[in-house]
């Protein structure tokens, strides 16, 4: 049983939340120069990370909103929980997420880590 901290609502048992994936990653831009590889590459392409991971999640049964996690998939360790429009604040999370290359593209250079564009 894994038991995650929402930023609104406190701990609750994971039944209540929603798993959205890897956190942080941008989405293409929808232009001519998108190709169907490299939409492909976004939609499939997983890191499948064994150790930390930044992910997404969202509290369904509660307050329904979307927020980040950083968490130890090898142990479900929960080591960091902060809403979705910040970055992380702990040493571990914020080397991950520089180390991300999955939200080095083109959307994601032009605007602000964090920001909507």
């Known amino acids: 049983m894994l038991f995650i901290e929402c930023p609104w609502c406190g701990y609750r ?3 209540e939340f929603h798993y959205g994936g890897e956190g942080h990653i941008s989405r293409p831009d929808a232009s001519k120069e998108l190709t ?3 939409f492909a590459e976004y939609l499939f392409l997983k890191t499948n990370t ?3 991971l930044l992910e997404r999640w969202c509290h369904r049964s509660g307050c329904r909103r ?3 996690v950083l968490r130890n998939t090898i142990t479900n360790e929960i080591l960091e929980v902060y809403p979705i429009t910040d970055t992380p604040k702990s040493k571990e ?3 991950i997420y520089e180390g991300n290359w999955r939200r080095k593209s083109l959307s994601r250079r032009a605007s602000k880590a964090g920001e909507a564009k």
């Open 13 to 15: 048992d994971d039944a």
């Open 36 to 38: 169907d590889e490299k």
């Open 50 to 52: 064994k150790g930390l």
């Open 66 to 68: 979307w927020f980040n």
């Open 93 to 95: 999370g914020k080397k």
